[in-house]
């Protein structure tokens, strides 16, 4: 059975959600939201995370354009992304996360809570929702090929 030692991250240009899992990939739990203020103290930040948690990877979202193209906060991300990755030493895998806030917010209002009280869940929550894909696709059989009968 693998072991996941990955870091969600919800790229924002005011915070970045963060969320991790258990080694085995069963839960994942938004951590903290870092707000950002310079790429050196982000780095910081989550350089600290990623040792306490022994991270061995990034799991980033990207922000894809309704349309499916990369817009300008998506290629934001990619350029973040970059520079983080080899800040740390780490790989770095996206994640499309189209309406991951959206619907971070909406989990939110259905906790009873006010999203717009707290921005940071937000960003923890879609960070958690980040990781979450990125799992559950790890666990997805791979088709290779037809397998009709």
Do not use: N
């Amino acid at each position: 059975m693998p072991y996941y030692a990955a870091l969600g991250l919800d790229v924002g240009r005011r915070r970045i959600g963060v969320a991790g899992c258990d080694r085995l990939g069963i839960t994942v739990q938004g951590l903290t939201t870092i707000v950002r203020r310079d790429f050196a103290s982000d780095v910081a930040a989550i350089s600290a995370i990623a040792k306490e948690r022994q991270v061995e990877l990034l799991v980033i979202g990207l922000p894809y354009s309704m349309d499916g193209s990369l817009g300008s906060q998506a290629k934001q991300t990619q350029r973040f992304a970059t520079r983080l990755s080899k800040a740390l030493q780490l790989p770095i895998t996206y994640v499309d996360e189209r309406l991951t806030s959206f619907e971070a917010e909406e989990m939110i209002k259905a906790e009873g809570r006010s999203p717009s009280r707290d921005k940071g869940a937000i960003d923890r929550k879609a960070a958690a929702l980040i990781l979450q894909q990125w799992l559950d696709e790890q666990r997805e059989p791979r088709r290779f090929g037809s397998t009709q009968h």
